[in-house]
């Protein structure tokens, strides 16, 4: 295990890291309904690959680092706040893993919390510790109606509309994150183009239909980086 750094590093990785309060993970409003859907889904896709070794990044209040530990999945946790008590304290830029060391890192709703001029250097950091596949997942900036339409007693249906947001949002210093997808002039293409160049092939990159905030991406390793 890392040892927590001292207070000169942390205070110095502060500047470059926003990160939650432990508190914040814990009240009524984080976890919503919606936010269990988000745990469904992380927790799918990582099962869906099959892995024996998987890191995840950002543990927060530790929901889905629980559920794949006691589900039988060897998992690594990692966060930079050491009261959320992660086995591993650290930061996205600089994982303290040798080169491959994963089947499957995951990096839910990370990469928002540092200023997106390092999103790459993150990006090829997930690229050089896992073996195969990286799943990540960052806030998506849009406008989201659902309307609910009651046909018989038994069944109804939900119709989700997705648009993005088109006025540019002033950065907000108070904010928790840096950028979003389609918020502080990070468009969805500049993103899928800092992943290209990382390295990485996009498999797939989808929304969830009734909470559109959160965008997946589903990433392959390019064989065309050399690792060092």
Known sequence: ????????????????????????????????????????EQIKLIHSLKPSRVLE?????????????????????????????????GDVLHLPFKNESFDVVACFEVLEHIPFEHFSAALRELRRVSQKTVLISIPHHIICHIRWFQFTRWFSLGVCLS???????KYDEKSPHFWEIGKYSVPLKLVLKSMHSSGFKIIRHYILKFWPYHRFFILGKTPDIQEH
């Open 1 to 40: 295990m890392k040892k927590p750094e001292n207070s000169s590093v942390q205070k110095n990785k502060k500047a470059l890291i926003k990160h939650e309060s432990i508190e914040h993970y814990l009240t009524d409003k984080y976890m919503s309904p919606q936010r269990f859907q988000v745990y469904w």
């Open 57 to 89: 990044i950002g543990i927060g209040n530790s929901f889905v680092f629980e559920f794949l530990r006691q589900g039988g999945i060897q998992c690594t946790g990692i966060d930079i706040d050491i009261r959320t008590k992660p086995p591993v304290v």
């Open 163 to 169: 648009v993005p947001k088109l006025r540019n949002v």
